[in-house]
């Protein structure tokens, strides 16, 4: 009975190890959501006082020591509609980390990239 109980919770580990690791984030990724926010402060010395969304607002929040709301473009019907309420809300910056292939957001140009980070600005 031990040898059930034994297979029983090592699947269970398994299987919460397997979660845990799917969907925590890749290193690589992590370092160039940092590049991003660094070559930001680095860019617009005015930074803090923008207005900046991200698809990963937590991280960019984290590395830049300042709020950050999120914005998804996946919750569109289109990269229109999604420019249409980051040009309303003023936002400044856009930082996009999820979306495959990154969006055309009118209003607003690539101005950097690191990895699959990319950097758009209001124009």
């Given amino acids: 009975s031990w040898g059930i109980?034994?297979?029983?919770?090592?699947?269970?580990?398994?299987t919460s190890t397997?979660?845990?690791?799917s969907h925590s984030p890749k290193k690589c990724f992590t370092k160039d959501i940092d590049d991003a926010s660094s070559w930001i402060k680095d860019y617009d010395s005015n930074y803090h006082n923008k207005i900046i969304v991200s698809d990963y607002p937590n991280a960019v929040a984290w590395?830049?020591?300042?709020?950050?709301?999120g914005a998804f473009p996946r919750f569109y019907k289109n990269s229109n509609d999604f420019s249409y309420v980051l040009q309303k809300k003023n936002v400044d910056y856009y930082i996009d980390?999820?979306?495959e292939p990154k969006p055309y957001l009118k209003g607003y140009q690539i101005i950097n990239k690191f990895g699959n980070v990319v950097i758009y600005r209001k124009i």
């Fill in 5 to 14: 109980y034994s297979i029983i919770i090592l699947v269970f580990l398994s």
């Fill in 18 to 21: 397997a979660t845990y690791i």
């Fill in 63 to 69: 590395y830049l020591k300042k709020e950050v709301n």
């Fill in 97 to 99: 980390s999820l979306s």
